[in-house]
T-cell receptor, first 113, second 109 residues
Framework: EAQVTQNPRYLITVTGKKLTVTCSQN?????MSWYRQDPGLGLRQIYY???????DKGDVPEGYKVSRKEKRNFPLILESPSPNQTSLYFC????????????FGEGSWLTVV | EDQVTQSPEALRLQEGESSSLNCSYT??????LFWYRQDPGKGPEFLFT???AGEEKEKERLKATLTKKESFLHITAPKPEDSATYLC??????????FGKGTSLLVTP
């Protein structure tokens, strides 16, 4: 079954405490990306990766880092989380940047206090 | 700058009452217009991808159409289980995906 798996699904953390949200896909997809979803703002792209070792900024990259050392994994790193990064985060993948279908994970609810 | 505007923001229908959701867009080099369904607290679920004006796709009670400026998601004889937020997104020539804010659909029995 095609899956994009995110962990943790729910997290409450404190300001400044580094955290990583993992994302893994089992479809051998080249293209992966991260989004955040906030009320009234919709889904906004944070970072994306066209392939291993190739990453680029999306619309709202400030405060986030990513890495793509393996094709299946694309972790999102918050080096020093702040309350304005409280949000619902989604990882997505597709077969190449022009893939017909983009699959999303179930989401990670992050609260920074 | 790419823009995606969905209307209405919210729509309430009676079961069986057909209607359409609109997605207006401006994009630099369209490389696909996507429709997703999202249930509360869940990830977006893929519905359709359209690539060129005139293209249409159907799935059960849903039909998506595309023109050069907008896309419609037609819902025929909706059922309560069709209640969800429907998202539209466009992919531009640089492969970035831009989402609209969605239409929240409620279908009552």
């Amino acid at each position: 079954e095609a899956q994009v798996t995110q962990n943790p699904r729910y997290l409450i953390t404190v300001t400044g405490k580094k955290l990583t949200v993992t994302c893994s896909q089992n479809m051998n997809h080249e293209y992966m990306s991260w989004y955040r979803q906030d009320p009234g703002l919709g889904l906004r792209q944070i970072y994306y990766s066209m392939n291993v070792e190739v990453t680029d900024k999306g619309d709202v990259p400030e405060g986030y880092k990513v890495s793509r050392k393996e094709k299946r994994n694309f972790p999102l790193i918050l080096e020093s989380p702040s309350p304005n990064q409280t949000s619902l985060y989604f990882c997505a993948s597709s077969e190449g940047a022009t893939g017909n279908t983009i699959y999303f994970g179930e989401g990670s609810w992050l609260t920074v206090v | 700058e790419d823009q995606v505007t969905q209307s209405p923001e919210a729509l309430r229908l009676q079961e069986g009452e057909s209607s359409s959701l609109n997605c207006s867009y401006t994009v630099s080099g369209l490389r696909g217009l996507f429709w997703y369904r999202q249930d509360p607290g869940k990830g977006p679920e893929f519905l359709f991808t359209l690539y060129s004006a005139g293209e249409e796709k159907e799935k059960e009670r849903l039909k998506a159409t595309l023109t050069k400026k907008e896309s419609f998601l037609h819902i025929t004889a909706p059922k309560p289980e069709d209640s969800a937020t429907y998202l539209c997104a466009v992919r531009n020539s640089g492969y970035a995906l831009n989402f609209g804010k969605g239409t929240s659909l409620l279908v009552t029995p």
